[in-house]
């Protein structure tokens, strides 16, 4: 009797599992579908055997996208790259550097400035909209102001101090025994040990920088300066008659992050794994 209770039970989870895994991926699902069907077509069907990528034709400089301009979002793709990649570098190195900074250094006022980073954590991105967009106006409508206010992850650096905090200082002093700089350490010892830490602080900071909004629309009005994310915002809306299009565009915005996911979810499992320690 228990085993057919305790299968019964496996069976019920394992439907209900089915479910909602069907209702989580349905979507994606409808996202994709849309984007591959004829226009006539798009939102109104969820099954077809009709198929066409005249979205996505149009979006690559066919069918007059961009009224004279038809590769403004070949461009847009390209600088959602151009200003994501840098961005979670930097923030790797950064993070990097003030982690072994905070944890294996002694200076004054070690214990001040880790309070003042933790303190930031509290402030909404929103309250420092304003006066970052004031110090960053002479460089709006370049690559540098879109990279590098954003270059800095309080959460990112938290997350190697966390890191470096279970490494024996032994380890660094060894190194330092044997000649070795503090930069030969970070290199050849600190970054490779991380490996883990800095790709789910890479792929996190990518995610965040890639559907960034706000401060594209802010910092970088030049259409030739938008970004993916922006582009779709404010050429398709409720009053737009190219769903297509549209659908088409954010698969586009969406498989990057999807195809960097798979290639590192084995990294990215063993960073999450370490945070829930």
């Known amino acids: 009797m228990r085993r057919k209770k305790k299968s019964h039970a496996k069976i019920i989870l394992s439907i209900i599992t089915i479910i909602i895994l069907v209702l989580w991926l349905f979507p ?3 996202l994709v579908l849309q984007s591959v069907v004829p226009w006539t077509d798009v939102d109104k069907t969820v099954f077809t055997t009709k198929f066409s990528f005249d979205s ?9 996208a961009g009224a004279g301009d038809p590769l403004q979002w070949v461009r847009a793709l390209l600088n959602s790259f151009v200003v994501s990649t840098p961005t979670a570098v930097i923030t790797v190195a950064v993070g990097l550097m003030t982690g072994y900074a905070a944890v294996h250094k002694e200076y004054k ?17 929103v309250v420092l909209l304003v006066p970052r967009y004031m110090i960053v106006t002479p460089l ?3 690559y540098l102001g879109m990279i590098l206010p954003l270059s800095i992850s309080i959460w990112g650096i938290f997350m190697y101090i966390n890191y470096f905090k279970t490494v024996p200082k032994a380890v660094f002093e060894a190194a330092k ?4 700089s503090d930069w030969r350490i970070l290199l050849k010892i600190a970054l490779p040990s991380t490996k883990s830490v800095s790709i789910i602080v890479f792929l996190s900071v990518f995610m965040t920088r890639w559907n960034e909004l706000m401060w594209d629309m802010l910092i970088a009005p030049d259409v ?11 050429q398709f809306n409720q009053y ?7 659908y088409a565009a954010s698969v586009l915005l969406t498989l990057p992050i999807i195809i960097l996911f798979l290639c ?3 990294h990215f499992n063993e960073g999450i794994n370490f945070m829930l320690k």
Do not use: E
Not at 56 to 64: D, E
Not at 110 to 123: C, D, G, H, P, R
């Open 264 to 266: 590192f979810s084995k």
């Open 28 to 30: 994606y699902y409808y």
């Open 240 to 246: 737009s008659t190219l769903a297509g299009p549209m």
């Open 140 to 142: 709006a409508n370049s």
């Open 56 to 64: 996505y034709a149009y979006l690559f400089g066919q069918n007059g």
């Open 109 to 125: 006022g070690k214990s001040v400035i880790q309070a003042s980073l933790l303190f930031q954590m509290f402030f909404p991105v």
């Open 224 to 234: 030739k300066m938008q970004t993916l994310n922006v582009m779709i915002s404010t």
């Open 177 to 180: 025994i044997d000649g070795a």
